[in-house]
């Protein structure tokens, strides 16, 4: 048994990570400050895990939670474009500031290794396809600069300090207990809650735009191998499915989910939006061994069946 520590833990992503790791028999601690995350989301945990509430932005009062810790899955940030394009030094604090202080409070832990959510924001719109990591990254948005600056402060730690520090760059995740009602949520989330409360779903621009929509059973697969894995310290790895889909392609999806015939609603397209993204995944491959475990329409399916529970039940999310 490991001792794991996930900042960002009451998530939607860092609730998945929690309940694997409990499930394998693991010790957890979580450190969240519920800013977007929930306590709800770690209700249903099996096995002992700790949950502390704190601060990333704040170091000493931090630092406690890192003695005997093994291996650091920093997941807290504010996740959004818009938020960090809205308050660019808010977000810069936490995703700047607080990763250095997670990156320093494991290093005077002397902690295995740090795995960090890493985003394919990075990219831009860069219009070579698929994305590899090798490609020039060009951030476009407040945010996709915060989680570039923290790889390159992982990659720091692990060449000056030896602390083993691995970089994920998250494609579009999506799977249950992402927040529908956040007004940052991720396009499926939107879409599957628009089909479960009879609305109508709106696509920005003409819906041709495409994305590797990767289920979070991928990516919780790919942070625990990135845990443990020889080759991956000090590195950047794509986490995605190697595949995209189209907007229009996914509400074709949703109909036969759904048996339904709707049609959305066409807006005008989102400022800043890039046109494609899909992940090269031969790295994660080579380096951690990974293989999605779960392909985009068998992942939008199961989490159409959760969030349809979770409406039937008089709940959000
Ligand atoms: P989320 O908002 O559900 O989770 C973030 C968690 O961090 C929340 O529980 C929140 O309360 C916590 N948090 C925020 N600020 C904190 C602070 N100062 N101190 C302590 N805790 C704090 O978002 P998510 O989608 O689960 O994203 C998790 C990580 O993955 C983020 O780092 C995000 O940038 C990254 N990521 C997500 C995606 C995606 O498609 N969802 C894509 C690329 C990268
Ligand atoms: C997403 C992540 C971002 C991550 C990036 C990595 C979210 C909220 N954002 O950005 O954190 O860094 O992937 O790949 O998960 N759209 C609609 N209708 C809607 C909402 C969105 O048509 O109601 C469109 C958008 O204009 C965009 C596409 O759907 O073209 C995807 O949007 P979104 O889910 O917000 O994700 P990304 O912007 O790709």
Known sequence: MATYLVTGGAGFIGSHV?????????SVRVLDNFSTGFRA??????????????DICDLE???????????????????????????????NAININGTLNVLMAARDARVKRV???????????????????SLLPNPLSPYALQKLA???YCQVFTHVFGLEAVAL??????????????????VLSKFITAYLRGNIPV??????????????????????????????AGRVINVGTGESYTLNQTIALLNSI????????????????????????????????????????????????????????????
């Not at 991928?218 to 991956?232: F, G, H, I, W």
């Not at 800043?272 to 951690?288: E, K, M, N, V, Y």
């Open 18 to 26: 929690v309940h694997t790791l409990a499930e394998r028999g693991e």
């Open 41 to 54: 989301n770690l209700a249903a945990v099996i096995g002992p895990i700790a949950i502390h509430e704190g």
């Open 61 to 91: 009062s931090i630092k406690p939670h890192f003695e005997g810790v093994e291996y650091v899955i920093h997941l807290a940030a504010l996740p959004s474009v818009a938020r960090s394009v809205a308050d660019p030094i808010e977000s």
């Open 115 to 133: 795995v960090f959510a890493a985003s394919a924001a990075a990219y831009g719109d860069n219009p070579v396809l698929p994305r590899t990591e």
């Open 150 to 152: 923290g790889e390159y």
């Open 169 to 186: 760059r998250f494609f579009n995740i999506f799977g249950p207990r992402q927040n529908p009602d956040s007004p940052y949520t991720g």
């Open 203 to 232: 696509v920005f621009g003409d819906g041709e735009q495409s994305r590797d929509f990767t289920h979070v059973d991928n990516v919780v697969d790919a942070t625990l191998r990135a845990c443990t894995s020889a080759k991956a």
């Open 258 to 317: 759904f048996g339904r015939g709707v049609k959305p609603q066409y807006g005008p397209p989102r400022p800043g939006d890039a046109r494609h993204s899909r992940a090269d995944i031969t790295l994660a491959r080579q380096l951690l061994g990974y293989e999605p475990v779960r392909n985009y329409p068998e992942g939008l399916r199961l989490t159409v069946e959760w969030y349809s529970a979770r409406v039937a039940g008089g709940k959000a999310h």
